[in-house]
Nanobody
Framework: QVRLVESGGRLVQAGDTLQLTCIAS????????VGWFRQSPGKEREFVAA????????YYHDSVKGRFTIYRDNAWSKFYLRMNALKSEDTAVYYC??????????????????WGQGTQVTVSS
């Protein structure tokens, strides 16, 4: 079983930068592909970003490309979502997620069996 604990969400102003952190435990971190999802009020949870074991291959939702960066520190079993140029529409509960790496990197919610508890990001305009 993989346990994920995320942190870093808070109230920020539009245009600010914020970094979320997720700490993984329970399985060797290098066996996991990891990602971030978010859910805004009244909307379904959506994919934000994902990366494979090495962190060299990354995938992003079009709405965050060029502004958000996912990266991981395999030595500390942590991964991050750095969010630049935040917009009010980025307001959501952000969830970190993981799956056994295999030969793919998931971008669908159904591909990730392990989830954190969520952290609220609110962007004020």
């Amino acid at each position: 079983q993989v346990r994920l604990v995320e942190s870093g969400g808070r109230l920020v102003q539009a245009g600010d930068t914020l970094q979320l952190t997720c700490i993984a435990s329970g399985r060797p971190f290098t066996s996991l592909a990891v990602g971030w999802f978010r859910q805004s009020p009244g909307k379904e949870r959506e994919f934000v970003a994902a990366t494979r074991i090495s962190g060299e291959s990354t995938y992003y939702h079009d709405s965050v490309k060029g502004r958000f960066t996912i990266y991981r520190d395999n030595a500390w079993s942590k991964f991050y979502l750095r969010m630049n140029a935040l917009k009010s529409e980025d307001t959501a509960v952000y969830y970190c997620a993981a799956h056994e790496a295999g030969d793919y990197t998931g971008v669908l919610e159904s591909q990730f069996p392990y989830w954190g508890q969520g952290t609220q990001v609110t962007v004020s305009s």
